[in-house]
Every structure is written in structure tokens, then in C-alpha cells.
């Protein structure tokens, strides 16, 4: 399954505001997939000079992070489709067969 993340504003945030919103992004994943879904959580990242939070998952498509993100109250500014470079052959092959990006409403 390919990788995503979900850019969202987090201001003023610290470490505390970034683990409260990493909890809900894993909690939301972990619902997301007992009912059947295919979202699971890898990690949250913080950028606080541009005020940035970014959740990263896998899944089998951007609706379905963009579902788990609304569960879980994470309303983002977009979804893109993400590659680890640990492993980049596989990755880049994912990329090519699914869209790029995907907006949140």
C-alpha cells in the first residue's frame, strides 16, 4: 500500500500540542481499520517555524486518510502521496499508478 500525509496548521504548537494530535491521527487509524478500513499510522513530525504538522500513513487511498483525519477531527489543508527513501524502488513504483494529491474539505 502506498504512503501519504496530511499536511495541517498547528500555531503556536509544542510538543504537547504535537503529541495530542499524533494520539488522535493513531487513534483514528486504529478505528479506521477495525471497521474494515485500510489507514494505518507511521509517525507525526512537527515544523515550528513554519507552523506545520504532518501526519503520515499508509493506506489503500488518500479517501481513506482523508476519512480516518476526519474522525480523528485533523482537518488538513491536503493530502499527497509520500516516499521513504529506505526503500525507493518500491515506492516510486506505487507513486506512478495512484493520483498525486487530494484536497480536504
Given at each position: 500500500m502506498p504512503d501519504y500525509c496530511l499536511e495541517l496548521y498547528l500555531a503556536g504548537g509544542s510538543q504537547a500540542a504535537l503529541e495530542e494530535a499524533a494520539g488522535r491521527a493513531r487513534a483514528a487509524a486504529e478505528s479506521f481499520g477495525a471497521r474494515g478500513g485500510s489507514v494505518r499510522y507511521l509517525r507525526s513530525t512537527y515544523l515550528p517555524e513554519d507552523e506545520t504538522c504532518l501526519?503520515?500513513?499508509?493506506?489503500?487511498?488518500?479517501e481513506d486518510v482523508a476519512e480516518a483525519a476526519r474522525?480523528?477531527?485533523?482537518?488538513?489543508?491536503r493530502i499527497?502521496?509520500?516516499?521513504e527513501a529506505d526503500q525507493p524502488s518500491r515506492r516510486v513504483h506505487e507513486l506512478r499508478r495512484a493520483p498525486t494529491e487530494?484536497?480536504?474539505p
Open positions: 501526519h503520515f500513513f499508509t493506506a489503500a487511498s488518500g474522525q480523528a477531527g485533523l482537518t488538513g489543508n499527497t502521496r509520500s516516499i487530494r484536497r480536504v
